[in-house]
């Protein structure tokens, strides 16, 4: 490990924990939710991390894993991604601050930002929502070309963003989370849609539940997993199938 990762190492804590009790209790808690999570892909590693952010085992079955990567389009295409563009060092586009807030800023450097903020005079202009509008406002930047573009609560952006995406444009990945009872379900499942369509790789989940802590902890696990690349803990090039046979998920 090079002095570089060892910095790396030592300023990452999952979860956010800071302080040996704190990390000693991130980790116990990890440790039950492997005795009911498969431990074997990277996409393991992201549902146990939607079981923890959660609170509820059963929420394991509700991830959806779509497009693809250079290896092609199993499972664990989305995180491969995702963590392939902290490497680089991509943006990471949030709708709204609560879920920019709840991205670790350790283990990484990449930029983060939120949409909210941006096209207040085509919201007021057309209706439309303020996170709808500053999605299709930052897109006419190329804002989310390359991007990991992460959506918790609104499902109005998930649907601008598929739209933008129907459109040509191309996100590294998008995690889309967005929760309530309008237009929540329908958000994600337009964003499965043009994932599959267009080969985007994206993580969404089915039902009514999400929110910004669990968008914001399922992209702290894709830089989790750029971290375990990073200190040569984790290989990356390998297909979900390859890795669960080889045991190399950690």
């Given at each position: 490990m090079?002095?570089?990762?060892?910095?790396f190492e030592?300023?990452y804590a999952d979860?956010?924990?800071?302080t040996?009790?704190?990390?000693?209790?991130?980790?116990t808690?990890?440790?039950?939710v492997r005795?009911f999570v498969?431990?074997?892909?990277l996409a393991?590693r992201v549902?146990?991390?939607?079981?923890?952010s959660?609170?509820?085992?059963?929420?394991q079955?509700l991830?959806?894993?779509?497009?693809?990567?250079?290896l092609?389009g199993?499972?664990?295409a989305?995180?491969r991604?995702?963590?392939?563009?902290?490497l680089?060092?991509?943006?990471?586009?949030?709708?709204i601050?609560?879920?920019?807030a709840g991205?670790?800023?350790?283990?990484h450097?990449c930029d983060?930002?939120k949409a909210?903020?941006?096209?207040k005079?085509?919201?007021e202009?057309?209706g439309?929502?303020?996170t709808?509008a500053?999605?299709?406002?930052?897109?006419?930047?190329?804002?989310?070309e390359g991007?990991?573009v992460t959506?918790g609560n609104?499902?109005?952006?998930?649907?601008a963003?598929?739209?933008?995406?129907?459109?040509?444009?191309?996100?590294?990945v998008v995690?889309?989370n967005?929760?309530?009872f309008v237009?929540?379900e329908?958000?994600r499942?337009r964003?499965r849609?043009?994932?599959?369509?267009?080969?985007?790789p994206?993580i969404?989940h089915?039902g009514?539940r999400g929110g910004?802590?669990?968008?914001?902890?399922?992209t702290?696990?894709?830089?989790h997993?750029?971290?375990d690349v990073r200190t040569?803990?984790l290989e990356?090039?390998l297909?979900?199938?390859t890795?669960a046979?080889?045991?190399?998920?950690?």
């Amino acid at each position: 490990m090079t002095d570089g990762d060892q910095t790396f190492e030592e300023e990452y804590a999952d979860l956010g924990a800071t302080t040996q009790n704190a990390m000693d209790i991130a980790e116990t808690s990890m440790d039950i939710v492997r005795q009911f999570v498969p431990d074997e892909t990277l996409a393991d590693r992201v549902r146990q991390k939607s079981v923890h952010s959660m609170g509820d085992i059963e929420f394991q079955h509700l991830i959806r894993f779509t497009g693809a990567d250079d290896l092609g389009g199993d499972e664990d295409a989305p995180v491969r991604a995702g963590a392939r563009a902290v490497l680089e060092e991509a943006d990471v586009v949030t709708d709204i601050t609560m879920v920019k807030a709840g991205v670790t800023g350790r283990g990484h450097d990449c930029d983060v930002s939120k949409a909210i903020g941006h096209g207040k005079e085509l919201a007021e202009r057309t209706g439309m929502t303020r996170t709808a509008a500053a999605m299709l406002e930052l897109d006419k930047e190329d804002t989310f070309e390359g991007s990991i573009v992460t959506i918790g609560n609104a499902p109005t952006a998930a649907l601008a963003l598929a739209d933008c995406i129907e459109q040509g444009t191309r996100p590294a990945v998008v995690v889309a989370n967005p929760v309530g009872f309008v237009k929540a379900e329908e958000s994600r499942r337009r964003v499965r849609e043009v994932s599959e369509e267009f080969g985007v790789p994206a993580i969404t989940h089915v039902g009514r539940r999400g929110g910004s802590g669990l968008a914001a902890a399922l992209t702290n696990e894709l830089i989790h997993v750029a971290k375990d690349v990073r200190t040569d803990e984790l290989e990356l090039d390998l297909d979900a199938e390859t890795r669960a046979e080889s045991g190399k998920n950690r």
